[in-house]
């Protein structure tokens, strides 16, 4: 026998994205993740944004929608800040709960529609990334 023949087969195996469940299944947590931010400062940006760098080459879905979670929760850090501001003027004691209540409801409503293979587009959701 010579050294080829004991040698194994070497096993080949490409890179495959992700099957359709595993796809939406990340694009719900795209938008899920945004619940972070209820637990730890910034978490709301950070943990869709996280979730979005590493999967995005693996899903066209994955990627729309992690861009459109990043997106909308910059957005609501926006409107928090304004808020926060107008809390001087009284109507950000108001405002501040409706904002945060929205963002919440929004988020789930988007992780549904993920997870169902729809891209979903946010209310009020300034795109700043492409």
């Given at each position: 026998m010579t050294e080829t023949d004991q040698a194994e087969p070497?096993?080949?195996?490409?890179?495959?994205?992700?099957?359709?469940?595993?796809?939406?299944t990340w694009a719900m947590f795209c938008h899920l993740g945004a619940l972070a931010g209820y637990f730890f400062p910034f978490g709301n940006i950070i943990a869709p944004l996280i979730i979005w760098q590493i999967k995005k080459n693996e899903s066209e879905l994955v990627n729309d929608q992690g861009k459109e979670s990043v997106n909308f929760q910059i957005s609501i850090a926006i409107y928090v800040?304004?808020?926060?501001?107008?809390?001087?003027?009284?109507?950000?004691?108001?405002?501040?709960?409706?904002?945060c209540i929205f963002n919440?409801?929004?988020?789930?409503?988007?992780?549904?529609?993920?997870?169902?293979?729809?891209r979903y587009r946010y209310?009020?959701?300034?795109r700043f990334i492409k």
């Open positions: 070497q096993l080949v195996q490409e890179k495959v994205g992700l099957d359709q469940k595993q796809e939406r800040a304004i808020s926060i501001a107008l809390m001087i003027v009284v109507i950000g004691v108001l405002l501040l709960p409706a904002v919440a409801v929004m988020v789930i409503i988007a992780g549904l529609k993920a997870n169902e293979g729809q209310p009020v959701c300034i």
